[in-house]
């Protein structure tokens, strides 16, 4: 594990929307949240004035980054791989830049590929994209995310394969995107239980992990995910039986809300473990 999370630790994808950029920072201590996915999907930000600015600023207000790195990053292409690797390294550069130890990213498409021979190249690409890092003295986790459409690489099992061959991966656990994947799986605490065990039994410990969460509505055929929804519109999955486990069993993860409301959510969710946490407590 090479992210020390220090408490469970709340904040959005990306910059609030209820602050201007210039004191984004500022307003996610003042409302009580601690984390921020930096969001480099579209474009690896290059400007060194900027990524300075969001070093000091995350720090001075004791938030902690991970970076999303671009969609277009495919690690099954034997065509794309290189170009794919050099983003994934990229976003490496920048991660350091910024002072995140986190880089989550979507794997790749199957295409035309068998599930295990995507999966193979991927790892390779992986085990490139980490070398070429350390090459550069930046030693920080690669987060493979779990993905939600079935056309995507990045099941539970795929992501923590990459995790058991490659140094330095560790997943980016996306609740909704395994709920969408395994067509609406996620309804009750023993759903989070089962799937915790399984991450347990691969990763050898629960602590540290980088959470993605958000309510989502499947597709039309009940598999894939279609949009991301509000906490509590009742899409699924729930937060609350999550928040008790995380409460109960005392796991400190970086939790990030990829709702569209992003920052209100997770003040929601926040609100939520503290509930839950208070009942542990009075037990
Ligand atoms: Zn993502």
Not at 115 to 124: F, G, N, Q, R, V
Not at 166 to 177: K, L, S, Y
Not at 178 to 192: K, L, N, P, Q, T
Not at 238 to 249: D, G, K, S, V, W
Request: charged share 30%; with cysteine; glycine share 8%.
């Amino acid at each position: 594990m090479l992210v020390l999370i220090d408490r469970v630790r709340f904040g959005p994808a990306g910059y609030p929307i209820d602050a201007p950029r210039e004191r984004a920072f500022s307003y996610l201590r003042e409302i009580g949240l601690d984390a921020m996915e930096y969001q480099a999907v579209r474009a690896i930000p290059k400007n060194e004035d900027l990524l300075s600015w969001v070093r000091n600023e995350a720090s001075e207000n004791d938030i902690m980054l991970t970076l999303h790195a671009p969609y277009a990053i495919n690690l099954c292409s034997k065509e794309k791989g290189a170009a794919s690797v050099k983003r994934l390294v990229d976003s490496g550069i920048a991660a350091s830049k910024i002072g995140a130890n986190h880089v989550t990213f979507h794997p790749g498409y199957y295409g035309k590929m068998s599930e295990e021979d995507a999966l193979k190249t991927a790892i390779e690409s992986l085990k490139r994209v980490r070398e070429e890092l350390i090459s550069l003295g930046i030693n920080l986790e690669l987060g493979p995310e779990t993905t939600g459409k079935p056309s995507q690489l990045g099941s539970l099992d795929e992501v923590l394969r990459m995790a058991e061959e490659v140094d330095g991966v560790r997943p980016t656990i996306d609740f909704a995107h395994i709920h969408a994947r395994e067509g609406g799986s996620i309804r009750s605490r023993e759903d989070y239980e089962r799937i915790l065990k399984i991450i347990e039994r691969e990763l050898g410990d629960l602590n540290g992990l980088v959470i993605h969460f958000t309510e989502v509505e499947l597709t039309k055929s009940g598999v894939g995910e279609r949009m991301h929804h509000d906490l509590g519109s009742g899409y699924g999955p729930p937060f609350e039986p999550l928040a008790e486990i995380i409460a109960e069993y005392g796991l400190r993860w970086l939790i990030i809300s990829e709702s569209p409301v992003l920052e209100r959510d997770s003040i929601k969710m926040k609100a939520l473990y503290v509930d839950a946490l208070t009942k542990v407590k009075n037990l």
